[in-house]
C-alpha cells in the first residue's frame, strides 16, 4: 500500500488555477511535513518561469524531455531557506498539456532526484532511518485535470514509483503546533592553518559542522527532567542522562565568531505531538537558520566583491535579519532574510517571485536585532574548539535544552564554542 497525502484544499484550488500560457508543461514544488503514517502538503509554489524558454521553441516532447533541472534545483534551494523546522520539500509537480499526459514521467523523476539532492547538501543535519525517505511526484492534465500522484524513494537511485494517494481537507492549515523562540548564539570558529586551500566558507562549514553536533547531542530536559523521546511532550516516564563532549586546543590562522541573537520557529501537524519531534524540529530550525545567514552572507560578499583586509585587522560585517510571513489563508509562517539596506518591498516582492502567492507588506514580520559576522586574521592564534571525540582533556558541561510546559524555557549551553540561550513558547493554532 501506498503513502497517503492529506492535501489543504487551498493547495488543490492553486493548482487547478494555474494557467500554461501557451507552453507544454510548469512544474513546481510541494511543501509540507512528514510523518510516519501519512504526509502532509499546505503549500504549491510553481518554479518562476525562466526568460529564455520563450525563445526557440521545440517540440513539446523535446522540451519535455530537456526539463531545466538547475532552475528547479536553484527554485527549490530558495524555497527552502523559507521553510521554518519541521517542514519541507515533500516532492514536485508537473502540470502538462493532454498531449504530454503520458509522456511526463521521465521528466518528474529526474526532477524529484535532482531537488531532493539539492535542497539536502548544505544541510548541518541528516535525516534518520526512521524517518520517510519517499517524495511525492504529481502529475496534473491541464485539459482532463486528472491527477496521477506517485512516489520515489529518494536514497535508491535506482528506484521504481509506487502509487500514492492524493486526498484533499479544508482547514488542514489550521491545525497546527507553533514552536517559536530566540536563539543567543556565540560561535567561535577557527580558520585552519592546515590547508592553504581551504577558503573561508570551507573552514565555516566546518566549523559549523562542529557547532551542529553540539546541537544534535544536547540533552533535552521537559519540566527540568529528561522525558523518553517516544511519550507524548507533555507526558512520559523520567529517564536519566549523562552525555559529555571535550574541548581541544587548535592553533589557526585566525577565526570567525557569530555572534546575536536569531530567531527560531517550527511547526508540528498532530494533536498529540511526540517529545522527539518537537525537540527535532526545533534543532533542525537553528541549524538551518545558522548556516543560511553564513550562506547568504558569502554571497553577498562575492557579488559585492569586499576589499580584503590587512593581518590583524578585524571585520564586522550584518548577518541578515530573519522575515516572517503567514502563508496566506494559514497561521503557519515562512521566513526570508533581509540584510538592512533591503526595503520591505524587495523581501515581499522575493516571496512572491519564489512561492507564487501573494504578500502583504503589512503583514511582514521583522523581529530581530543586529547579528554580526566578525572575521580576524591572526598568525597562529590558539583557540579552543569543541569536539565529541574522546581526548584526554577535562571533560566540558554538554549543550542543555530545557523544555517547560506553557512558558516553555530552553538553555542552551556549551563551554569554549557555543554559548547560546534559547527560549520558546508553544501553542496549538
Same mark, same amino acid.
Given at each position: ?236 516516564? #523520567?529517564? !536519566? *542522562? ?5 574541548? %581541544? &586546543? @587548535? ?9 546575536? /541573537? ?5 511547526? #508540528?501537524? !498532530? *494533536? ?5 519531534? %518537537? &525537540? @527535532? ?9 545558522? /548556516? ?138
Amino acid at each position: 500500500m501506498g503513502r497517503t497525502y492529506i492535501v489543504e484544499e487551498t493547495v488543490g484550488q492553486y493548482l487547478s488555477n494555474i494557467s500554461l500560457q501557451g507552453k507544454a508543461f510548469v512544474s513546481g514544488l510541494l511543501i509540507g511535513q512528514c510523518s510516519s503514517q501519512k504526509d502532509y502538503v499546505i503549500l504549491a509554489s510553481r518554479t518562476p518561469p525562466k526568460e529564455e524558454q520563450n525563445e526557440n521553441p521545440k517540440h513539446p516532447k523535446a522540451q519535455l524531455d530537456n526539463v531545466d533541472e538547475e532552475w528547479a534545483t536553484e527554485h527549490a534551494n530558495q524555497v527552502s531557506r523559507m521553510l521554518p523546522g519541521g517542514l519541507l520539500v515533500l516532492g514536485v509537480f508537473i502540470i502538462t498539456t493532454l498531449e504530454l499526459a503520458n509522456d511526463f514521467q521521465n521528466a518528474l523523476r529526474r526532477l524529484i532526484f535532482a531537488v531532493e539532492k539539492s535542497v539536502c547538501r548544505k544541510r548541518l543535519w541528516n535525516f534518520t532511518e526512521e524517518e520517510v525517505s519517499e517524495r511525492v511526484a504529481l502529475h496534473i492534465c491541464s485539459s482532463t485535470k486528472k491527477i496521477v500522484c506517485r512516489t520515489y524513494d529518494v536514497h535508491d537511485p535506482k528506484s521504481s514509483a509506487r502509487p500514492a494517494d492524493w486526498k484533499y481537507q479544508n482547514g488542514l492549515s489550521a491545525s497546527w503546533l507553533s514552536l517559536e523562540g530566540t536563539v543567543h548564539i556565540n560561535i567561535h570558529i577557527p580558520l585552519s592553518t592546515t590547508s592553504i586551500s581551504y577558503t573561508l566558507e570551507k573552514n565555516m562549514k566546518n566549523g559549523l559542522t562542529r557547532w551542529a553536533k553540539q546541537i544534535e547531542n544536547g540533552v533535552y530536559l521537559i519540566n527540568g527532567q529528561v522525558k523518553d523521546e517516544d511519550c507524548d511532550l507533555l507526558e512520559g516516564q #523520567l529517564l !536519566s *542522562s549523562d552525555h559529555r563532549s571535550t574541548a %581541544a &586546543v @587548535q592553533i589557526c590562522s585566525g577565526s570567525v565568531n557569530l555572534k546575536g /541573537a536569531v530567531k527560531c520557529r517550527a511547526y #508540528l501537524h !498532530s *494533536s498529540k505531538p511526540k517529545v522527539k519531534d %518537537a &525537540v @527535532q524540529a526545533v534543532k533542525r530550525d537553528i541549524l538551518n537558520t545558522v /548556516a543560511d545567514r553564513c550562506e547568504i552572507l558569502f554571497e553577498d560578499l562575492l557579488l559585492n566583491e569586499m576589499p580584503e583586509k590587512k593581518d590583524s585587522e578585524k571585520e564586522f560585517h550584518i548577518l541578515p535579519h530573519r522575515v516572517f510571513v503567514p502563508i496566506p489563508g494559514s497561521a503557519v509562517m515562512l521566513c526570508d532574510y533581509k540584510f538592512g539596506d533591503e526595503s520591505a518591498e524587495e523581501i515581499r516582492d522575493h516571496f512572491i517571485e519564489m512561492l507564487d502567492h501573494m504578500i502583504k507588506i503589512e503583514d511582514l514580520e521583522i523581529a530581530e536585532d543586529i547579528n554580526t559576522a566578525c572575521v580576524s586574521s591572526v598568525n597562529n592564534e590558539a583557540l579552543m574548539d569543541n569536539t565529541d571525540e574522546e581526548q584526554p582533556k577535562q571533560p566540558i558541561k554538554s549543550t542543555i535544552l530545557k523544555i517547560q510546559q506553557n512558558i516553555g524555557v530552553i538553555a542552551a549551553f556549551a563551554v569554549a564554542v557555543l554559548a547560546a540561550g534559547i527560549s520558546f513558547h508553544y501553542f496549538s493554532d
